[in-house]
């Protein structure tokens, strides 16, 4: 029998019992013992911790996780010739790199490792993701949830597997390690003639700053009317009393334009989300479709050369393809309307 929880008589709800989703879960695992911390009652917030509920789809996610993260310390240790002590010191500079060109990697030590990793680590994100469908069916929530975490996975898709594959080699892919990211990344952006001129990317970054300043705005809002229980978002939402009133009344005087405990949500949301869907496509794009990002701002007119730089020396920078996609082929100085001859 479902249990009644004791609230203000407008916001009364029951917590539902079992459902048959979970009795019929092979692996019906919950994982965990609930407990409490005393310091996050210091900080307003809610003390329990625990337990989570893992299911089928979250237990393979977890088994995946585990071992990806063994394939990871083993690779370490293995490039260090076994050392455990070297492992731990210089493990922020180990590497798991891709091999080059597409199919199997010649070897665990060109680029197999870095395969291995990928699988495991794609195969525990849908998992996981499989386990958030899962729960949003059986407690019969709007996918929403589910959405932001496939936009995280699209851009990761991207970057590790479909950005490659378009240009025929998983050398394109970042390698797994704690400075692979970073390398990657600056690497990147001098190759494909600095990112910030890509136009995506100036997109991406609104949406981030724009997410940020959201959250902060709304973190804002709720603990400055938290006295008038504003932050009972989940009650009021659907009944709304004088804290989300004067919540609104808040962000509408200081902001000045009107959200409400629904539409904050929205906004935050689909700002979060066009972050990594807008790296998405500028990613997918570079090398695909433009060449060098700087001589593409400088022929549609959003930037102005820098000095008489040729498009045969912007050419002949080593590893870097020709520039020919929809710009001429002629090389030249800065013409008169802005653009490279």
Not at 239 to 267: E, Q, V, Y
């Amino acid at each position: 029998m479902a249990t009644i929880l004791a609230r203000p008589p407008s916001t009364e709800f029951e917590i539902p019992g079992p459902s048959p989703i979970d009795d019929a879960d092979p692996l019906g695992i919950r994982a965990g013992i609930p407990f409490k911390i005393p310091l996050l009652a210091k900080m307003g917030m809610a003390t329990q911790t625990g337990t989570i509920w893992l299911g089928t789809w979250g237990a393979f996610s977890v088994f995946f996780f585990v071992a990806g993260f063994a394939v990871v310390n083993w690779q370490a240790i293995a490039q260090m010739q076994g050392n455990v002590w070297l492992t731990a010191k210089y493990f922020a500079n180990i590497q798991a790199l891709p091999p080059d060109g597409l199919g199997m990697a010649p070897s665990l030590q060109q680029g197999g490792y870095w395969q291995m990793i990928l699988v495991l680590w794609a195969a525990s994100v849908a998992c996981w993701a499989g386990r958030l469908y899962d729960r949003l069916r059986r407690y019969k929530m709007r996918p929403f949830m589910l959405l932001a975490w496939m936009s995280a996975i699209t851009l990761t898709t991207v970057i590790w597997v479909l950005r490659p594959i378009a240009m025929g080699s998983w050398a394109e892919a970042p390698g797994f390690g704690l400075n692979s990211d970073l390398d990657w990344a600056q690497n990147f952006s001098v190759l494909w003639g600095n990112l910030y001129y890509n136009p995506w990317h100036g997109l991406a970054i609104f949406f981030l700053f724009g997410s940020t300043m959201l959250w902060g705005m709304h973190g804002a809002t709720i603990l400055a009317t938290a006295a008038e229980g504003s932050y009972k978002e989940d009650a009021e939402i659907k009944d709304m009393h004088s804290g989300s009133h004067k919540s609104m009344l808040f962000w509408r005087w200081t902001m000045g334009f009107n959200a409400n405990p629904k539409t904050i949500h929205d906004w935050l949301l689909w700002f979060s989300m066009g972050t990594v869907l807008a790296s998405a496509i500028g990613i997918m794009s570079t090398g695909t479709i433009v060449n060098d990002w700087y001589v593409w701002s400088v022929d549609h007119g959003l930037v102005q050369q820098y000095g008489p730089m040729t498009r045969s020396a912007i050419n002949g920078r080593p590893g870097v393809p020709a520039v020919g996609i929809d710009q001429p082929e002629a090389a030249g100085i800065h013409n008169a309307q802005g653009g490279l001859e």
